[in-house]
């Protein structure tokens, strides 16, 4: 029924490449390998995969560079590899489009899971460089999403059918994670959303299912957290969305602002 799922690995090291290649084929995915930037880039648009691992540092252009130019025209699935946890908050905050962040050396297990829960993941963004997105005739998939998807707070709108989101009218452009993020923290309203709580829901994981969850991992939240934070123009002193409850996580701010 279901075509085969295509993955593509950009990576220079070839003992890394083929180790990455090994975990996305027994995942079940068509693989195709890429040892530079620029190979990457010309694979990506000639396979339109669904899931993209991408080395940080390869040969030609860097990975951050091949991550913007791949989301010119692919909404993939991108885990970037990187090589020192400390460069976490660097890749994150420049925005690089990347999904999600692994730092090496990682256990196949791991990369495993990341990609397990990516396959859980909706994917339903408009394709990049559309201007109208198309509307899903598909149920929405949101695990324990509540009535129609459709959430107003404060003068902001998110739609999770179509994958929307305005502020006062105008229309925002998130990553696929930001919107998660906002997504997660609307459902739950005035109830605080932990940090885990958060890496669990990007993972498409239940709330409570105990699973590791790393400080690199609770840090990256952060880090999207004030990213999103920048695209609303939210402010952490006076939140009219993302309020922070300190050492514990994330809530929304009261209506009526
Ligand atoms: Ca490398």
């Given at each position: ?98 999904d ?21 993941r909706p994917?339903a963004l408009p ?15 949101a ?15 998110l739609n999770y059918?179509s994958r929307s989101v ?6 925002l452009n998130l990553t696929r994670t930001e919107f998660e993020l906002l997504y997660a923290l609307l ?14 829901r990007l ?21 999207h957290?004030?990213?999103l934070?920048?695209k ?26």
């Open positions: 029924m279901s075509e085969a799922r295509v993955g593509l690995v950009i990576e220079d090291d070839q003992d890394i490449r083929e180790l990455v290649r090994a975990v996305l084929t027994q995942a079940g995915f068509d693989v195709t390998v890429a040892g530079s930037g620029s190979e990457g880039v010309k694979a990506a648009r000639a396979l339109n995969p669904d899931v993209i691992t991408l080395d940080l540092g390869l040969p030609d252009i860097d990975g951050f560079e091949v991550s913007r130019q791949i989301r010119e025209f692919s909404d993939a699935y991108i885990v970037m590899l990187t090589a020192r946890a400390e460069e976490l908050d660097t890749l994150i905050g420049l925005e690089s489009g990347a999600d962040y692994l730092t090496k050396p990682f256990r196949p297990r791991e990369l495993r899971a990341r990609i397990a829960a990516m396959m859980r994917r394709d990049a460089g559309e201007s109208a997105p198309p509307v899903s005739d598909r149920p929405v998939d695990g324990t999403g509540s009535g129609n998807g459709h959430y107003s707070h404060n003068g902001l709108d059918a305005a502020v006062d009218g105008q229309e459902e739950a309203g005035r109830t605080v959303r932990t940090k885990s709580d958060l890496v669990r993972r498409y994981e239940d709330y409570d299912v105990g699973s590791y969850i790393s400080e690199a991992d609770e840090r990256s939240v952060e880090v957290m004030g990213n934070r920048k609303l123009g939210d402010s952490p002193q006076q939140p009219r969305w993302l309020q922070t409850v300190r050492g514990v996580g994330y809530r929304l701010a009261p209506g009526g602002r």
